[in-house]
């Protein structure tokens, strides 16, 4: 059966013209001509085969039309800035559902179709009694919907109207709020924000439930239409929190500002800002307080409308005892009087006070029954009654406390203790330093603070010029350590040697000053040196006595023997660790430090100096490296000899080629000339150098 291009309406198969808007069929001349296909951004339209749809309107298709043989069009439920909404009959599953048609300028858009099926997706996921049903997203075929629960009742919009002045009774408005917010508390709690409550968007069914529509769908529709068309931010804007305003990233608390003032229009009939400037008032000025509320549920609503969302409800839990509230409503009686049920429990709407919440130290991490956590300074606002709170801040110890707040409460201080640890001094004298882990303590005032506590400490005194050991510790959480300190009960240790960069390390892990004098508390102590093998000192202190100890004493010397030759070499040994010289001669033995020596004789023998490391005895012919050396010397200067003569002739006959108009073997001998030349003065400056 054919159709009418225009209006869709059904025809008869011989109709000239469609009766219900006059539009010519393809029955008539002036319709054989190929149909022009027109586009409209904000019209959804489907291109069909002409002669048997012509251009089928997707905003006003026909009753009994199919989509996709499945779904029968029964009527026309809605139009917005999404599209056109069907109720439909389903004959695969025989009920009937809604189909949302997506307009043909989010069909041509990619980025949008992806960003609307991300969407569908996450609703589909979503199942509770006051939220609409997802079932499918269909971006196949020639119609691209999304097929959803169908809901048979009214909005709030006509709830509202139907009563006088447009003002539902606090009860039943009452009643509503806590079924939305058990709703809206279920989608945040998967991670989903409405962005647009309103009225419009919530339906009272047949049986009296709530059904929150347009969960996210819309508002990604919008978004897109406003990037597509470079319109202005999306949203309802006598809804919308100053945050979504101002286009900044929105969370559960801008929902919270849309549901309070949905309630506060049931309440008094219209928006808390509907005139003028509204963006303005919003992000300004507060609304007219509601006349003939309660106080409770006015501070409830005031609450929701704070331009700070941090001052308002975080979550629907603070706003009402969701889990308590067991009434049931209905408005579909024609008296359309509240049907209270025995069970009703008004305990779900509770009072609240604002407290604030200080630590110290400022900053500290405070949640409060389990919920988000806040860094204090902070304002919340607290149901009467128990509560559970935790304070953590780092380097300091937990606390968790049970509060109970009353009508007069107005803050909650905690002052934290510090998990670090401290040590105090008490001395005998002044005038003295502090060394902690060898490092001094500036402005040192009777206490160290804020020490990690079960760490090693090693606390030393500079007084007189002169290094104290107190010890070493390990500190336990909190703990205050008291030292004393008094000069006359340590005694001192000195330790003299001639090598000028051997440290010594007591078995505590305390470096001993560069002078190796430290005085210590009576006692054996055990000192390493830092050379390896060395040996370890064993030391006695007494208090107000002095240990003298020559570690020179305790090092074992290496004989180092020079063999006697055929003539007399002197020469000097130095020390590199002892900084010393000594005089050596062929045929003498000495007893040598252990270490790193250099032998250095006079230019003269021909022989440069040669090292040594001296960790045993050892034997040493310094005339037969003498000799050896001469015999090499001798020999160097024959070869330069030769290579000079050779150089001298090779330039000669060089020039005589040249000479005699023989070019090219002038230039070879010259060549060879100066590079025999150049090789002979290379090895006498170095000669001389090492003269």
Known sequence: MPFCKKCGNKLE?????????????????????????????????????????????????????????????????????????????????????????????????????????????????????????????????????????????????????????????????????????????????????HKDIKPQNVMLNKDGEIKIMDFGIAETVRTSMSRIQNSSSSGTLVYMSPEQIKGKDVGKESDIYSFGAMLYELLCGHPPFYKGDVNFQILNEKPESLNNVSEEFKAIIDTCLEKDYRDRYSNFGEMFDLQS??????????????????????????????????????????????????????????????????????????????????????????????????????????????????????????????????????????????????????????????????????????????????????????????????????GKYKIEASIEDFPEITAVIFAKETNIIDYDDLIPKNKLSIAKGDFVIEGKLYHFERDEYLDLSTGEEYEIYPGNVEIRLDKKYFVENFKLEIIHNIDIDICKLVSDKRKKTLSGCLGTLIGLFFSIFSLFFGFEHITNSSTLGGLVFLIIGFVILFACISYIIDHLKNM
Not at 70 to 77: S, T
Request: charged share 30%; aromatic share 10%.
């Open 13 to 193: 198969s011989d109709a000239a013209f469609c009766p219900e808007c006059g539009t010519p069929t393809s029955n008539t001349k002036s319709s054989q001509k190929k149909v022009e296909e027109t586009t409209d951004d904000y019209k959804t339209q489907l291109r069909g085969k002409p002669q048997s749809y012509g251009v089928l309107n997707l905003e006003n298709l026909p009753e009994g039309h199919i989509i996709d043989e499945r779904y029968e069009i029964k009527e026309k439920v809605g139009q917005g800035g999404f599209g056109a909404v069907y109720r439909v009959y389903d004959k695969k599953m025989n009920i009937d559902k809604a189909l949302k048609i997506i307009p043909e300028a989010i069909v041509s858009d990619e980025e949008a179709m992806a960003d609307l099926q991300a969407e569908a997706r996450t609703m589909i996921s979503l199942n509770h009694n006051s939220i609409v049903r997802v079932y499918d997203f269909h971006d196949t075929g020639a119609v691209k919907y999304i097929d959803m629960e169908f809901v048979e009742g009214k909005t709030l919009t006509k709830v509202k109207l139907e009563h006088p002045n447009k003002q539902v009774p606090e009860v039943k408005v009452k009643e509503l709020a806590i079924k939305i917010a058990d709703g809206l508390a279920y989608a945040h709690s998967k991670g989903i924000i």
């Open 325 to 522: 509230y067991e009434a049931k409503i209905n408005l579909t009686d024609e008296s359309d009087n509240l049907m209270q049920e025995k069970n009703r429990n008004y305990s779900s709407i509770m009072s609240y006070v604002t407290i604030l919440f200080e630590t110290q130290p400022k900053g500290a991490s405070v949640m409060i029954d389990d919920d988000i956590i806040f860094d204090a300074p902070f304002k919340r606002k607290l149901s009467l009654g128990k509560h559970k709170v935790w304070v953590q801040c780092d380097g300091y110890f937990d606390v968790t406390e049970e509060i109970i707040v009353t009508e007069k409460s107005e803050s909650f201080f905690v002052d934290l203790k510090s998990i670090y640890a401290s040590i105090s001094i008490k001395s005998k004298v002044k005038d003295f330093q502090v060394y902690l882990n060898e490092e001094e303590i500036k402005y040192f005032d009777s206490m160290i603070t804020d020490l990690n506590p079960n760490f090693d400490y090693s606390f030393m005194i500079k007084h007189d010029a002169c290094f104290y050991y107190l010890g070493n510790y390990r500190l336990s959480e909190a703990e205050n350590k008291m030292i004393k300190f008094d000069p006359d009960e340590f005694g001192l240790l000195n330790i003299t040697t001639g090598y000028w960069s051997l440290l010594f390390t007591s078995e505590s892990g305390i470096k001993l000053p560069e002078n190796n004098q430290i005085k210590l508390k009576p």
